[in-house]
């Protein structure tokens, strides 16, 4: 089925390590989205790219990096990772605004 | 500055019952407005969005939704809720600069069916 597909599904890190989540989509969407989602708080927009070779940041990117690699992957990286970014991140695509989400990444650090 | 507002944190309907969800918005201007589902374990999916034009708009599954500008509310409804329908509903408007790649969600509304 087409999609956005992410991975890891889940991840354990310990506090300092770092790690890439990567996404996929073969929708041919040129805006790609990173968004952490917390209880009781919705979706934050981390960063996205509206384009190949161009991105921004969005509510909450402190902490860390993007890469847009081609039309179709869009990474997501922690360089040092800390407690207060234990998450689940979800990736996006669409034209205009999200339309498409992978099903996440459950992200613990301890 | 635009926010979103979800009065309801969790609702639940028996099955076969209507469904209203509420969404309150503030924004400067006409704005975007969206609402996206998501099932238990899964990503957001686009249901409906608003753009201009007619008040009243048609998604996807048999849902639709009303904007109010008086009331600053887009509201999502259903006719029938079937079992399927048991999920979380968020309302979304867009954030700085009117840019719907930018959008703000709402902190959602749990949906149980009642069997």
């Known amino acids: 089925n087409a999609g956005v597909t992410q991975t890891p599904k889940f991840q354990v890190l310990k506090t300092g390590q770092s790690m890439t989540l990567q996404c996929a989509q073969d929708?041919?969407?040129?805006?790609m989205y990173w968004y952490r989602q917390d209880p009781g708080m919705g979706l934050r927009l981390i960063y996205y790219s509206a384009s190949e070779g161009t991105t921004d940041k969005g509510e909450v990117p402190n902490g860390y990096n993007v890469s847009r690699l081609n039309k179709r992957e869009f990474s997501l990286r922690l360089e040092s990772a800390a407690p207060s970014q234990t998450s689940v991140y979800f990736c996006?695509?669409?034209?205009?605004?999200?339309?498409?989400f992978g099903d996440g990444t459950r992200l613990s650090i301890l | 500055a635009q926010s979103v507002t979800q009065p309801d944190i969790h609702i639940t309907v028996s099955e076969g019952a209507s469904l209203e969800l509420r969404c309150n918005y503030s924004?400067?201007?006409?704005?975007?407005l969206f609402w996206y589902v998501q099932s238990p374990g899964q990503g957001l999916q686009l249901l409906l969005k608003?753009?201009?034009?007619?008040?009243l708009v048609q998604g996807i599954k048999g849902f639709e939704a009303e904007f109010k500008r008086s009331q600053s509310s887009f509201t999502l409804r259903k006719p029938s809720v079937h079992w399927s329908d048991a999920a979380e509903y968020f309302c979304?408007?867009?954030?700085?600069?009117?840019?719907?790649?930018?959008?703000?969600f709402g902190s959602g509304t749990r949906l149980s069916i009642r069997p």
């Open positions: 929708m041919n969407h040129n805006s």
């Open positions: 924004y400067g201007a006409t704005p975007y």
């Open positions: 996006a695509s669409g034209v205009g605004q999200p339309q498409h």
């Open positions: 608003y753009f201009s034009g007619d008040t």
């Open positions: 979304a408007v867009p954030g700085a600069y009117s840019s719907a790649s930018k959008i703000i």
